[in-house]
């Protein structure tokens, strides 16, 4: 057999290979699909939402274009609200080897950001208030270690008072837009518009996935948001 028979043989069955590990990470099922819990009350509250409304520190040019909330009221009475900030793409803009693969394959290139999570990029802050509406905590995830000369960033989970009657302050500190907690009176940017997030806007933006897979995963948001107010 010719030598240049044998390489195309190869080349076919190693893209065979490719196409069925692409097919696995896509289709495998990565886990159960999350469930609305028990004990829960979808909310609708516009008033109460944009009063509760988390304030953004961004770097120049880097504010979220848009705002959407989804809210409940659990089983103890209290009020969560889920607030979903948005921005038009998250790409590492540093120089060296890192950023640079990670504007390749992630964000940019391979775009396995977009075929994973969806279109734009969508972050989440949880405001808990009382039964009457007061903020008393939020929780949202920080950068742990951020390097912005890596590859990638470590998601942390974090919690933080809201005292003296104000509302969640955060800085947005990483390119991918995670988040750390600043001081009350801390200055931030004008607030983005706020909108309820239908359920329309919600397939836009593929926040949660039918069939979870290696490829095809939620993006941030707290299993109480899967059902929307009023259906």
């Known amino acids: 057999m010719r ?19 692409l097919a696995f990470l896509v289709l495998a099922p990565r886990g159960e699909a999350q469930a609305f819990p028990a004990g829960w009350t979808p909310v609708r ?4 939402a944009a009063a509760l409304l988390p304030g953004l520190r961004s770097a120049a040019g880097e504010a979220p274009l848009a705002a959407k909330y989804r809210a409940a009221r659990g089983p103890d009475g209290r ?23 990670s504007r390749a394959m992630y964000t940019g290139g391979l775009s396995l950001q977009r075929l994973m999570f969806g279109k734009g ?15 008393q905590a939020f929780s949202f995830e920080e950068a742990k270690d951020y390097d912005p000369s890596g590859f990638s960033v470590t998601h942390s989970p974090a919690r933080a008072p809201v005292e003296g009657g104000g509302r969640a302050l955060l800085e947005v500190m990483s390119w991918n837009h995670l988040f750390r907690a600043l001081p009350q009176g801390s200055a931030v940017d004008a607030d983005p518009p706020l909108g309820y997030f239908d359920e329309a806007a919600w397939r836009e933006y593929a926040m949660s996935k039918e069939r979870p897979s290696f490829l095809r ?15």
Do not use: M, T
């Open 3 to 21: 030598l240049s028979a044998i390489l195309v043989r190869v080349l076919f069955a190693a893209l065979l290979l490719l196409f069925a590990a």
């Open 121 to 135: 990029d969508v972050e989440l802050v949880v405001v808990e208030a009382d039964a009457e509406g007061r903020a």
């Open 79 to 101: 009020l969560y609200f889920g607030y979903h900030f948005i921005w038009a793409k998250e790409e590492n803009p540093a120089r060296g080897f890192g950023p640079a693969l």
């Open 217 to 231: 995963r939620d993006r941030a948001l707290a299993p109480w948001e899967l059902e929307a107010a009023g259906k």
């Open 45 to 48: 509250d516009d008033a109460g």
